[in-house]
């Protein structure tokens, strides 16, 4: 089975990726290594490329015939987010939108995607759960909940098979 892993250089893709390949999995890491670093792609294939360039991601699936796509590729600063919105739009939701057009065209409707819990926004109770009110305050939030969204539509549309991690620290 091939393992699209995009962001695969950074910390949580770099792990997924000695994972997956400890476990049996052909990975391919996509990654432009803005944020990520290439000596952490230890397993697996590294292809150098960006999201923002539709016909890089499509290469990839033309290619390698991906079975299932990790996506951690995004920018997840969340005071850099307030400072810049038009960053975060554009990088977690142009460039999402752009590996899922892929994903159809190559007949890949399976992808879990690394949220966060900034999608709940300020929790009214703790513990937050999974079924809490999501209101993020900032646009990384939103940005991240607006992908969720979009995988919920996509799953209506296009059968879209898909699993959303939200982390806390």
């Not at 400890?22 to 290594?33: H, K, P, R, S």
């Not at 990790?70 to 969340?78: C, D, G, K, S, T």
Request: net charge neutral; aromatic share 14%.
């Amino acid at each position: 089975m091939k393992i699209l892993i995009c962001g695969g250089a950074g910390y949580i893709g770099s792990h997924i990726n000695k994972f997956l390949s400890n476990n049996g999995y052909e990975t391919i890491v996509f990654d432009n290594l803005v944020y990520g670093h290439k000596e952490a792609v230890k397993w697996g294939t590294l292809i150098k490329g960006d999201l923002s360039r539709s016909e890089e991601i499509e290469a990839v699936f033309r290619e390698y015939r991906v079975d299932a796509v990790f996506h951690f590729a995004a920018y997840a600063y969340v005071g850099e987010s307030v400072e810049n919105p038009e960053k975060y739009y554009y990088n977690n939701v142009l460039c999402t939108l752009n590996l899922l057009k892929a994903m159809k065209k190559y007949n890949c409707n399976k992808i879990i995607f690394s949220s966060t819990c900034a999608t709940y926004g300020e929790p009214e109770t703790n513990p937050i759960t999974e079924d809490m009110c999501q209101s993020p305050i900032n646009p990384y939030g939103a940005t991240k909940l607006m992908v969720e969204r979009i995988f919920k539509d996509y799953r209506k549309a296009y059968g879209l098979n898909f699993v959303v991690l939200r982390y806390f620290n």
